[in-house]
T-cell receptor, first 113, second 111 residues
Framework: KAGVTQTPRYLIKTRGQQVTLSCSPI?????VSWYQQTPGQGLQFLFEYFSETQRNKGNFPGRFSGRQFSNSRSEMNVSTLELGDSALYLC????????????FGPGTRLTVT | GESVGLHLPTLSVQEGDNSIINCAYS??????FIWYKQESGKGPQFIID?????DKRQGQRVTVLLNKTVKHLSLQIAATQPGDSAVYFC??????????FGSGTKLNVKP
């Protein structure tokens, strides 16, 4: 069974631009969660989607948004990029909301210049 | 918010020795506690979990201990190998709803 895939793996953007990241969960998994990982803050939860609905949301500004499609694939969007948005963005999938077993993708490394 | 923390940012052990990585958590109502391993350039990998009503759980070369009295979680790795070198995170699942992650401990295995 293929693992969680994320595209692109690396991205360089400039301040003020917007970016869209994609995540394909493990086949059969319907929950997708997004995390931001930085050296200073560690892993921080962004949001979770299940059955195309946002189920949980972390403490990030409205510039961070996401969506999920009927095939469970998910995208997250960051608008008006700031230097502090530079991070590794990870998505994780699981069968259902609140499942303690979630599996992470390799991440997208976003650099904002 | 909830907080999950780690006592040591870096742990160096000799190959073949046992490793113990510690984690403190603050929410006594969390449902599950999970350990992840993250190698350079990769996403976190699920290692082992323990439900809040258990004290100990063993896997292959790994054991997780949960001490609810002092809100402490540990991961023991037996006969540590060079391939175990990575950053290890503990996480708690609260209300079967949200995960909270610790900042991570870097395990360095010396040959």
């Amino acid at each position: 069974k293929a693992g969680v895939t994320q595209t692109p793996r690396y991205l360089i953007k400039t301040r003020g631009q917007q970016v869209t990241l994609s995540c394909s969960p493990i086949s059969g998994h319907r929950s997708v969660s997004w995390y931001q990982q930085t050296p200073g803050q560690g892993l921080q939860f962004l949001f979770e989607y299940f059955s195309e609905t946002q189920r949980n949301k972390g403490n990030f500004p409205g510039r961070f948004s996401g969506r999920q499609f009927s095939n469970s694939r998910s995208e997250m969007n960051v608008s008006t990029l700031e230097l502090g948005d530079s991070a590794l963005y990870l998505c994780a999938s699981s069968y259902r909301t609140g499942d303690h077993e979630q599996y992470f993708g390799p991440g997208t490394r976003l650099t904002v210049t | 918010g909830e907080s999950v923390g780690l006592h040591l940012p870096t742990l160096s052990v000799q190959e073949g020795d046992n490793s113990i990585i510690n984690c403190a958590y603050s929410n006594s109502a969390s449902d599950y506690f999970i350990w992840y391993k993250q190698e350079s350039g990769k996403g976190p990998q699920f290692i082992i979990d323990i439900r809040s009503n258990m004290d100990k759980r063993q896997g292959q070369r790994v054991t997780v201990l949960l001490n609810k009295t002092v809100k402490h979680l540990s991961l023991q790795i037996a006969a540590t190998q060079p391939g175990d070198s990575a950053v290890y995170f503990c996480a708690e699942l609260y209300n079967f709803n949200k995960f909270y992650f610790g900042s991570g401990t870097k395990l360095n295995v010396k040959p």
